[in-house]
């Protein structure tokens, strides 16, 4: 047998020894606490949505290697509060509830399939160990 069957042989029968994992438990479940938990930063947070900000844009300025090196020539700028805090809203809600239902699922299938998940993370130690990080 070559290389090849032989992998496909392996794989075949790991796919049918892989027992699923139910997505409302370990996914929908921490994506709404992670949910919550955005919800609950953002209004112990208390953006506010009016005003402004001001920033420097040394767009202009001299620079050398990429770093400013005469500030003199930056300008004073203003920039929408309101706008940067819906920016900064919008990514947590994206992040942080994406974060939670990834764990929650990759926490499920180690549990569905604990042979397959103790191989997974033998081999993520195993290539740490021969990286050196």
């Known amino acids: 047998m070559t290389f090849a069957q032989n992998y496909t042989n392996v794989t075949n029968q790991l796919s049918q020894q ?3 994992v139910d997505i409302r438990i370990w996914f929908l479940i921490p994506y709404f606490f992670g949910i919550a938990l955005t919800i609950i930063i953002v209004s112990i947070w208390q ?19 990429g770093k400013v090196v005469d500030t003199d020539d930056c300008e004073k700028k203003e920039g929408n509060i309101a706008k940067l805090n819906a920016i ?45 990080k």
């Open 47 to 65: 953006p506010k949505f009016e005003g402004t900000y001001e920033y420097n844009d040394c767009s202009n300025a001299r620079k050398v290697n």
């Open 88 to 132: 900064i809203i919008l990514i947590l809600f994206l992040i942080i509830p994406a974060i939670f239902a990834g764990l929650g699922y990759k926490l499920g299938f180690y549990i569905a399939n604990p042979k397959l998940g103790a191989g997974i993370y033998a081999s993520g130690l195993f290539f740490q160990g021969v990286r050196g």
């Open 18 to 20: 892989i027992n699923p």
